[in-house]
Every structure is written in C-alpha cells, then in structure tokens.
C-alpha cells in the first residue's frame, strides 16, 4: 500500500489559481498512473484527471481541459494538479491515488484530500 498526502488547496476567488501537491510514501509510484478525484458536497467523488507512470500521457474530464494540469515529478514521489482560471463549480475536496490507467480503478485507501474553495 501507498500513503497518499494531498496539500494545497486553500480559499480563492474565481479566476484564480492554486497547485495542488500529491506526496506517496510507504511504497514507490513512480510505475504507476496517478489520478486526481474530487467530491462536492453532497455529490459523488468524480474522476478529475489522470497521468501516466512516465507523464508522457494525460488525460482530463472536459469541464478542467484547458484549465488543469497534472503532472509529477517521480524522483520526489509527487503529483501536482496545477488549477487556472478557477471557478465556483470547481470547489471540492481534491484527493489522488493510484489508478489503472484503462479503468480508472483505485489501488490505494483515500487520504485526507485537501479542499479547494472557489468563491465567486
């Protein structure tokens, strides 16, 4: 198993922007696909972006293309998500793990998530 940490999210006014930081420890994933989720509330936790073990290959839902970023840095075990031009709909609590590129299927317990406010 991998412990995941979230960090970065913060409070922020539409159009802003924020980093968000995945650090893994207990176990490397650098061989692994990462993606990032969020959950509003009161809603399911949906699926945000992923990248590939090597972060040649990306990929987003359509309502962050454009806006989002993830990429990562194996040599720290970190994935970042960076968020651009932010809006209210983005607010959420933002978690990573773990996925099979192909499904989307998590490997790892969630973390703690870190949450992103968007005021408008």
């Known amino acids: 198993q991998v412990q995941l940490v979230e960090s970065g999210g913060g409070l922020v006014q539409a159009g802003e922007s924020l980093r968000l930081s995945c650090a893994a420890s207990?176990?490397?994933?650098?061989?692994?696909?990462v993606g990032w989720f969020r959950q509003a509330p009161g809603n399911e936790r949906e699926f945000v972006a992923a990248?590939?073990?090597?972060?040649?290959?990306?990929y987003y839902i359509d309502s962050v293309k454009g806006r989002f970023t993830i990429s990562r840095d194996n040599a720290k075990n970190t994935v970042y998500l960076q968020m651009n031009s932010l809006r209210p709909e983005d607010t959420a609590v933002y978690y990573c793990?773990?996925?099979?590129?192909?499904?989307?299927?998590?490997?790892?317990?969630w973390g703690q998530g870190t949450l992103v406010t968007v005021s408008s």
């Open positions: 990248i590939r073990w090597d972060g040649g290959t990306t």
């Open positions: 207990g176990r490397t994933f650098s061989n692994y696909a």
């Open positions: 793990n773990r996925v099979v590129w192909t499904t989307r299927h998590v490997l790892d317990a």
